[in-house]
């Protein structure tokens, strides 16, 4: 089976680490977001998949030859960023008859797919959130979605959509697609993959909901640090290291060097990074970054960065107070 995953996108709620580097390169829990995406599906039989590139889409080339090799892939370009539905769209020389599984670029699942994938209907994924106007959200009605409504201001269900659609009729999804396009219907500017999946169950396609707990979202610095404290907390991985206090959990790659140091909770630390005479917890220091005398919390410390602090010199009489923030 084939998945699809769209990455075109630029990721301007991660700025400025997505100025140096396409939102699902960023590391979290030891390894970029793709990775954890890839070593899913393909933990789930996917086979091969698509990949929709648009911002910096060379890097993710190189990542996925690097780290995958074996893995066939194919790429295509998204130039104008018109929208997930758009994405779509343009992956349809790919798209054959059999069932595929789009998932989206920016998120960590943790959910059995194998009840799903071996389904004979459409699925998507869903989850109850307490703001669902933040969401695409669906509408169900004995049991299968009857209504898609992407970001609505005012929501009648708060089951948002979160980024894994099974879809068993793929060419259905292109043909609807395709009339999206060529009609130029945008919702918000866009369009959208929920207005083609609307197409398709008002075209008579049977799409069931599936509840997906484990879900990490990473489209924020907010949550990228939640995401790589809850992966942390499922698989904590260190060895002791001389010099270096460890607070589980956190993950520190086996190419670190770190000295003299108190790391963790929640901690990642990504291959080839230099840390020494730091406190560091909730935070991620990402490949090749160099910390040196550090007070670090809920901190995300892009690939290759330099940051020294120092010790700090005070002369203060009895019955002082002083605080730094
Ligand atoms: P987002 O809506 O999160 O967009 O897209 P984004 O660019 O990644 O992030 P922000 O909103 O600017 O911070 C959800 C997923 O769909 C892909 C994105 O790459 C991401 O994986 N996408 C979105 C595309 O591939 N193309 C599009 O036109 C839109």
Known sequence: MRAII????????????????????????GKPILGHIIDKVR??????????????????????????????????EQEERLGLGHAIHLSEKTIGAEPILIILGDTIFDVDLAPVLQGKVSALGVKAVEDPRRFGVAEIQNGRIIRLVEKPEKPTTNLAIVGLYYIVHPRLLVECLNDLVTRDARTKGEYQLTDALQGMIDRGEMIVPFKVEGWYDCGKPETLLSTNRALLQKRSTSNAIPGV???????????????????GPNTSVGNNAEVSGCVIRNS??????????????????????????????????GESEIEFF
């Not at 039989?45 to 080339?61: D, F, H, L, Q, S």
């Not at 991620?284 to 602090?309: C, K, Y």
């Open 284 to 317: 991620i220091i990402s490949e090749g970054a160099r910390v040196q005398g550090m007070l670090l919390d809920n901190s995300i410390i892009g690939n290759g960065s330099v940051l020294t602090g120092s010790f700090k010199r005070i002369n203060i009489g």
């Open 6 to 29: 769209p990455v075109a996108g630029v990721g301007s709620r991660l700025r400025p680490h997505t100025y140096a580097l396409p939102k699902v390169l960023l590391n979290v829990a």
């Open 245 to 263: 206090v460890i607070n589980e959990p956190v993950y520190i790659a086996p190419s670190a060097n770190l000295s003299n140091c108190i790391v």
């Open 43 to 76: 933990g789930e039989g996917i086979t091969e998949a698509t990949i929709v590139v648009g911002n910096m889409g060379e890097k993710i080339r190189e990542y996925v030859s690097g780290a995958y090799p074996d893995f066939p892939v194919d790429y295509v």
